[in-house]
Nanobody, 117 residues
Framework: QVQLVESGGGLVQAGGSLRLSCAASGDSFSRYSMGWFRQAPGKEREFVSAISRSARTIHNADSVKGRFTISRDNAKNTVYLQMNSLKTEDTAVYYC??????????WGQGTQVTVSS
């Protein structure tokens, strides 16, 4: 039973930056791809970014390409999301996800990111 804990959210001005972290419990972290999703008020949860178990493969949503960077440190059981050039439309609750083939995987509790104009 994996536990994921996000941190690093907050309130920033448009154009600013934030770095989100997601720490995973257990010793199986390096066996799974990890991802970030977000859900804005009144909208469906959407995919943001994902990284393979070895960090060889990365996928980003078109809306964040060139601005957000996902990374992971398997020795620390942690995945990061560096968010630069933030826009008001990036305002959302950001969720960490561990992809487990054939199952719903695991989800963190979410961390709020608010970008003001």
């Amino acid at each position: 039973q994996v536990q994921l804990v996000e941190s690093g959210g907050g309130l920033v001005q448009a154009g600013g930056s934030l770095r989100l972290s997601c720490a995973a419990s257990g010793d199986s972290f390096s066996r799974y791809s990890m991802g970030w999703f977000r859900q804005a008020p009144g909208k469906e949860r959407e995919f943001v970014s994902a990284i393979s178990r070895s960090a060889r493969t990365i996928h980003n949503a078109d809306s964040v390409k060139g601005r957000f960077t996902i990374s992971r440190d398997n020795a620390k059981n942690t995945v990061y999301l560096q968010m630069n050039s933030l826009k008001t439309e990036d305002t959302a609750v950001y969720y960490c996800n561990m992809k487990v083939r054939g199952t719903p995987g695991y989800w963190g509790q979410g961390t709020q990111v608010t970008v003001s104009s």
